[in-house]
């Protein structure tokens, strides 16, 4: 019998997926409760697909992305290497608890030792419970920092 698990597909999305990588960010917006944000358009996600820098899994269950990640890749300058930021991380509520959510994270593992990448990092707010112990149970170790945000109020923007 097969497990839930393995009716799910793991894709790298490219330049190509346009249409999945706007599932994933419609996703994103539900998980995270994102309302009212401002849309990419559509030539500025196909710009951001075409970085090499720029990493995107979706996990589907037939046509449905039932979730995805996000990850920069960030060249470091006192070392030849770099390192992986996972800007978001997802899962439909209706498929969490069924190890997709480790399996995004794998894949994202694997492309990163394919590619030389020495560390994969990301952050959570303390007060996100489930996030927290999702990162301890699959094996990250946390650290204490402190996180700043400098918003920029440009007139051009306002």
């Known amino acids: 019998m097969e497990s839930p698990v393995e009716a799910f597909q793991l894709q790298r999305l490219g330049k190509e997926d346009l249409l999945l990588?706007?599932?994933?960010?419609?996703?994103?917006?539900?998980?995270?409760?994102?309302?009212?944000?401002?849309?990419?358009?559509?030539?500025?996600?196909?710009?951001?697909?075409?970085?090499?820098?720029?990493?995107?899994?979706?996990?589907?269950?037939?046509?449905?992305?039932?979730?995805?990640?996000?990850?920069?890749?960030?060249?470091?300058?006192?070392?030849?290497?770099?390192e992986l930021y996972i800007y978001d991380i997802g899962v439909s509520p209706k498929y969490q608890r069924k190890g997709l959510g480790k399996q995004l994270i794998s894949a994202l593992k694997d492309y990163a030792c394919q590619s030389g990448i020495k560390e994969i990092f990301v952050e959570a707010h303390k007060e996100d419970i489930y996030a927290v112990n999702f990162y301890y149970t699959i094996g990250g170790e946390a650290e204490q920092v402190v996180h700043f945000n400098f918003p920029l109020h440009n007139s051009t923007n306002d």
Do not use: H, W
Request: charge should be negative; proline fraction near 2%.
């Open 21 to 82: 990588f706007k599932d994933l960010l419609q996703l994103f917006r539900e998980i995270f409760e994102m309302e009212g944000d401002e849309k990419a358009t559509d030539s500025y996600l196909k710009t951001l697909l075409e970085k090499p820098g720029f990493v995107v899994y979706i996990a589907r269950q037939g046509n449905e992305v039932a979730g995805g990640l996000t990850a920069y890749e960030l060249q470091l300058y006192y070392s030849a290497y770099s």
